[in-house]
């Protein structure tokens, strides 16, 4: 009976978090959806707006995905059956692959169970020693950036690297990277860079251009080169003039590109797309990938339609409408006397409150409203800076936005923020 002291040492640390007030387990139950365009969720009865979803594009209710997903399911089974090596790789997944590959511009891509597993396994096997004589770690240094996802962080520690390898430039700053490259040099290899395209805190951009020349202006200095590694889970099917996200955006490209298929493209799932050599090796090492089951053949194949959605002319429209839904909320929350935790042109807006209780309180104002929307807190974010992440979506109408703003605007006056 000597793990009830164990249990309850997991239950101390519960309790300590529920009295940070910052636990995650209480989330909402969403019960279902109404039927129109844009649908509200079903929770306690009540329909929501829901203005806190990745569902950039609102492709996770579109027709033709849940169409696809249907077929593929009802053809192939609800599941995979087991991981590819085992029994084979179904059609529509390599399909997938290579329509991925081919939308970002690349030579091959591979699909993960989700983005986190991808993360974790490219970041690990691109890092760690690959045999005893080859690819050895301590030849490798890694540089992040100091706001990167927790899936990255979590892919970096993986590799066990020491202090000395493992080093964190400063936010969005490019000249911090420099410096570490500078004094760096003679020391490793090779470096492996990472960071996230979008930061989804703030809806803010790393410069990938600024990135990227820093990275040309130093790889002849390492022995094996200087690799980029983004995350743009974020920025895919969300932003950039195609929905190619932050490179898009940017200018600047990475060598090895990590994005979900559960965000923007309403499916589920996570990818890589890259060099062939760089795909070749992570098939033979990324054990989230090799001893992990891929997404289920009806979810590969909405992946699917989602892209086909995309490229097509209404997929351009559904991203000028998001763009539009984003400047009209930026427009009409400033006249109402709110301000931005950062600037951003992504469906990512970031409403500084700077009082960990009125987020608080707003966020529950606005569920009594009918909307669902999230606050963060100190210390998610430095004191001062508590904020409300609001996230649109191209099936929210300008008459959607507008009833949100003024439900913020009465509410926000009610509690004294504006
Ligand atoms: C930057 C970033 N990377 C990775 C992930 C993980 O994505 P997935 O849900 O596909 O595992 C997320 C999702 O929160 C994210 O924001």
């Known amino acids: 009976m000597s793990k009830q002291k164990f249990y309850t040492s997991l239950q101390q640390e519960v309790a ?39 569902d950039y594009l609102g492709l996770r209710h579109h027709p033709v995905l849940k169409a696809a997903e249907h077929k593929a399911g009802s053809e192939l089974g609800t599941g995979p059956g087991a991981v590819r090596f085992i029994s084979g790789s179904f059609a529509v997944h390599r399909e997938l692959e290579r329509k991925l590959a081919q939308f970002h511009g690349r030579e091959d891509g591979m699909v993960f169970s989700s983005a986190f597993a991808a993360n974790l396994a490219v970041i690990f096997s691109l890092i760690k020693g690959q045999s005893k004589d080859s690819l050895v770690s301590s030849d490798t240094l890694v540089i992040s950036d100091e706001l990167n996802h927790r899936s990255i962080i979590d892919g970096v520690r993986l590799g066990n690297l020491s202090s000395e390898a493992k080093l964190i430039f400063k936010h969005l700053q490019a000249d911090s990277l420099e ?11 090779r ?10 805190m703030l809806g803010e951009y790393q410069d990938l251009a600024k990135l990227r020349q820093v990275i040309d202006r130093h790889d002849g200095a390492y022995e094996e080169g200087i690799l980029l590694i983004v995350d743009d889970c974020h920025g895919v099917a969300a932003c950039g003039a195609t929905g190619r996200g932050t490179e898009e955006i940017t200018g600047g490209r990475a060598d090895v590109l990590i994005g979900t298929l559960g965000k923007g493209f309403g499916a589920d799932g996570g990818y890589v797309v890259a060099d062939q050599v760089v795909i070749d090796y992570l098939r033979e090492s990324a054990a989230t990938y090799i001893y992990s089951n891929s997404i289920s053949p009806g979810t590969a194949a ?16 559904l991203l000028a409408t998001l763009r539009s839904n984003v400047e009209l909320l930026k427009e009409k929350l400033q006249a109402a006397g709110f301000a931005f935790a950062a600037p951003s042109t992504h469906p990512i807006q970031a409403v500084l409150i ?3 209780a009125k987020t608080r309180d707003l966020t529950k104002a606005m569920y009594e409203r009918g909307f669902l929307i999230t606050n963060i807190n100190y210390p998610v974010v430095p004191k001062g800076r508590d904020e409300i992440r609001v996230q649109l979506s191209a099936t929210q109408t300008k008459e959607d936005v507008e009833a949100f703003v003024k439900a913020m605007q009465e509410e926000g006056k009610k509690l004294g923020i504006i």
């Not at 909405?302 to 429209?317: H, I, N, R, T, W």
């Open 16 to 54: 300590r978090i529920d009295a940070a007030a910052v636990s995650k387990r209480h989330e909402h139950l969403i019960e279902g959806f109404t039927k129109e365009a844009n649908p509200k969720a079903i929770i306690d009865g009540r329909e929501i707006s829901i203005f806190n979803s990745n």
């Open 179 to 189: 410096e570490m490259l500078l004094a760096n040099k003679g020391k490793f290899k």
């Open 191 to 200: 470096v492996v860079v990472i960071t996230d395209g979008v930061f989804s």
């Open 302 to 317: 909405a992946a699917s339609a989602a892209l086909d959605v995309l490229e097509s002319a209404e997929g351009a429209k």
């Open 354 to 356: 700077g009082d960990t």
